[in-house]
């Protein structure tokens, strides 16, 4: 018995050791390159408590104030992601060198996807190399202004049910979940534009798309540290055929989408959305019906990845800003009838009607909408990921091929040498002389270069035409249910206050 208990001590003493080894020497990786860097540790690297104690953009902005804004390092810092090195990028001029001028050292994101066993996982935002350049180019022509115009009505449509959900708010006196009801507005909006469902979200307060979406973006700690472990071992895990996904999210939408597709082609049935362009895509290899047909179509899986990545990108980050900006008008009663006087004044050059020209005229709900951008980014951070070794001269170091770098878009947009008093909701920051003073790369809610949120004008009409239809005709003031300042859920990927966002209503 002790010979076989000394045995195993013999053998899992070293084993601890070289554990230990490994683990010291992955994370002294920016120490022997002498940069400044936040600490690392099993198993979250830097972020351990992200999920639970933290969200990504309080983590991230505690290395922002550490060492750009104490000036122990003016460009970047490194952080860990996991077992692997990420240098957090923060110097603007550097930022743009990143993200526009040397584009092709960082065009993929880093993110994890597997083509063969998780195919909704290989869309657009996460794919690389020459596969994303392709898909690229092949979906830039459906958000033309045109394609958008289109899909304008569809939003229109929408917005009589959008306005009707707050009429039991008015009559009962009763506070509205903002948050809830954005959901519920840009749920039925995607569902439509990207998939042709009625979903009725607004009428029937629920649907499956709506619950999927909460499973997406609310994954909770175990699938948070999945996710984490993907990122950290890409190849390995694609090797082993993991999956970023639910199988019930896979299921649902793969069924939606070849069930939807089969019907319209049997059918012999077109609609004006972004479905439509896709099965152009898949059976001509164009959008554009003047243009002669591709051999370089896509197929029906790459289909549904793109139409998941419209309900992604677009449900929670578009009722996110929505439910932002209701509240910061409604706890600024100056800057809600301000916007409420432009809306007035422009609508009634165009008939007294919500068109995609009256809304592309009102300037100051732009500035508003951009303040709200700005304070609340939907997405704090963007990732990239090295293609080749780039030398960095401040701090001065080699980014290897492989390496992530993140800008803290968040950090940015908070940062009070950039945007004075950053706390405060104020829509004059967005004055055209206000902008031309600031850097170009400031202001980043859609990132920047070739790499930008391709649906960032489809987004923002969105969320403009709902203020639009809202404001004409509803007052907005804060109830006391909601708890100030917001206190944001550091469970939710993208920012979600924590309580929600109650607000009282009444007609104009």
């Given at each position: 018995?002790?010979?076989?208990?000394?045995?195993?001590?013999?053998?899992?003493?070293?084993?601890?050791?070289?554990?230990?080894?490994?683990?010291?020497?992955?994370?002294?990786?920016?120490?022997?390159?002498?940069?400044?860097?936040?600490?690392?540790?099993?198993?979250?690297?830097?972020?351990?408590?992200?999920?639970?104690?933290?969200?990504?953009?309080?983590?991230?902005?505690?290395?922002?104030?550490?060492?750009?804004?104490?000036?122990?390092?003016?460009?970047?810092?490194?952080?860990?992601?996991?077992?692997?090195?990420?240098?957090?990028?923060?110097?603007?001029?550097?930022?743009?060198?990143?993200?526009?001028?040397?584009?092709?050292s960082f065009r993929d994101r880093g993110m994890y996807y597997n083509e063969k066993d998780d195919p909704l996982s290989a869309h657009?935002?996460?794919?690389?190399?020459?596969?994303?350049?392709?898909?690229?180019?092949?979906?830039?022509?459906?958000?033309?202004?045109?394609?958008?115009?289109?899909?304008?009505?569809?939003?229109?449509?929408?917005?009589?049910?959008?306005?009707?959900?707050?009429?039991?708010?008015?009559?009962?006196?009763?506070?509205?979940?903002?948050?809830?009801?954005?959901?519920?507005?840009?749920?039925?909006?995607?569902?439509?534009?990207?998939?042709?469902?009625?979903?009725?979200?607004?009428?029937?307060?629920?649907?499956?798309?709506?619950?999927?979406?909460?499973?997406?973006?609310?994954?909770?700690?175990?699938?948070?540290?999945?996710?984490?472990?993907?990122?950290?071992?890409?190849?390995?895990?694609?090797?082993?055929?993991?999956?970023?996904?639910?199988?019930?999210?896979?299921?649902?939408?793969?069924?939606?989408?070849?069930?939807?597709?089969?019907?319209?082609?049997?059918?012999?049935?077109?609609?004006?959305?972004?479905?439509?362009?896709?099965?152009?895509?898949?059976?001509?290899?164009?959008?554009?019906?003047?243009?002669?047909?591709?051999?370089?179509?896509?197929?029906?899986?790459?289909?549904?990845?793109?139409?998941?990545?419209?309900?992604?990108?677009?449900?929670?980050?578009?009722?996110?800003?929505?439910?932002?900006?209701?509240?910061?008008?409604?706890?600024?009663?100056?800057?809600?009838?301000?916007?409420?006087?432009?809306?007035?004044?422009?609508?009634?050059?165009?008939?007294?009607?919500?068109?995609?020209?009256?809304?592309?005229?009102?300037?100051?709900?732009?500035?508003?909408?951009?303040?709200?951008?700005?304070?609340?980014?939907?997405?704090?951070?963007?990732?990239?990921?090295?293609?080749?070794?780039?030398?960095?001269?401040?701090?001065?170091?080699?980014?290897?091929?492989?390496?992530?770098?993140?800008?803290?878009?968040?950090?940015?947009?908070?940062?009070?040498?950039?945007?004075?008093?950053?706390?405060?909701?104020?829509?004059?920051?967005?004055?055209?002389?206000?902008?031309?003073?600031?850097?170009?790369?400031?202001?980043?809610?859609?990132?920047?270069?070739?790499?930008?949120?391709?649906?960032?004008?489809?987004?923002?009409?969105?969320?403009?035409?709902?203020?639009?239809?809202?404001?004409?005709?509803?007052?907005?003031?804060?109830?006391?249910?909601?708890?100030?300042?917001?206190?944001?859920?550091?469970?939710?990927?993208?920012?979600?206050?924590?309580?929600?966002?109650?607000?009282?209503?009444?007609?104009?």
């Open positions: 018995m002790m010979g076989s208990l000394n045995t195993f001590l013999y053998l899992l003493l070293p084993a601890l050791v070289l554990l230990y080894v490994y683990i010291r020497r992955k994370f002294s990786y920016w120490a022997e390159r002498n940069v400044p860097h936040a600490p690392g540790a099993p198993p979250m690297g830097s972020f351990n408590g992200m999920g639970t104690k933290y969200h990504m953009n309080e983590i991230l902005d505690r290395v922002y104030q550490r060492f750009k804004r104490t000036g122990i390092s003016s460009t970047a810092a490194g952080m860990y992601i996991g077992f692997s090195p990420m240098l957090v990028i923060y110097d603007l001029d550097l930022v743009k060198q990143i993200l526009v001028k040397d584009f092709n657009l935002f996460a794919i690389e190399g020459e596969k994303w350049r392709f898909l690229r180019n092949k979906l830039s022509p459906t958000f033309t202004s045109g394609k958008i115009k289109y899909m304008f009505h569809t939003i229109k449509d929408i917005g009589d049910e959008l306005l009707g959900c707050f009429d039991k708010y008015i009559e009962s006196k009763k506070p509205a979940n903002v948050k809830a009801i954005a959901q519920r507005f840009t749920c039925d909006v995607i569902g439509s534009c990207a998939f042709g469902l009625e979903c009725n979200t607004l009428k029937n307060e629920g649907s499956k798309l709506l619950t999927i979406g909460d499973a997406v973006f609310k994954p909770g700690r175990i699938r948070t540290m999945w996710m984490f472990v993907l990122v950290s071992y890409r190849d390995l895990s694609r090797k082993l055929g993991f999956k970023q996904l639910q199988s019930d999210v896979t299921n649902y939408f793969m069924g939606v989408i070849q069930n939807t597709i089969n019907y319209r082609e049997e059918n012999k049935i077109t609609r004006q959305d972004f479905l439509q362009l896709l099965i152009q895509l898949k059976n001509k290899g164009t959008i554009e019906e003047h243009e002669e047909e591709s051999k370089e179509t896509i197929t029906l899986n790459e289909a549904a990845a793109q139409a998941f990545l419209f309900f992604v990108a677009g449900f929670e980050t578009s009722s996110a800003a929505l439910s932002f900006a209701l509240y910061e008008l409604a706890a600024h009663p100056d800057i809600q009838d301000k916007t409420r006087e432009e809306i007035k004044r422009v609508l009634a050059l165009h008939g007294g009607h919500i068109t995609y020209e009256a809304l592309r005229d009102m300037t100051y709900l732009d500035q508003v909408v951009n303040e709200t951008l700005r304070k609340y980014p939907p997405v704090g951070n963007v990732f990239r990921i090295a293609n080749e070794s780039y030398r960095l001269t401040n701090p001065d170091v080699t980014i290897e091929k492989g390496n992530i770098v993140i800008v803290p878009i968040y950090s940015i947009h908070h940062d009070p040498e950039i945007y004075p008093d950053p706390d405060r909701f104020d829509p004059e920051r967005f004055a055209p002389d206000q902008i031309a003073a600031r850097h170009s790369h400031s202001f980043l809610p859609f990132g920047d270069g070739p790499r930008n949120c391709i649906g960032m004008r489809f987004g923002l009409l969105e969320i403009k035409f709902a203020i639009v239809q809202l404001l004409n005709r509803v007052r907005f003031t804060v109830n006391e249910r909601t708890k100030e300042p917001l206190n944001m859920s550091v469970k939710s990927t993208m920012l979600d206050v924590e309580g929600g966002i109650w607000l009282d209503t009444s007609r104009i």
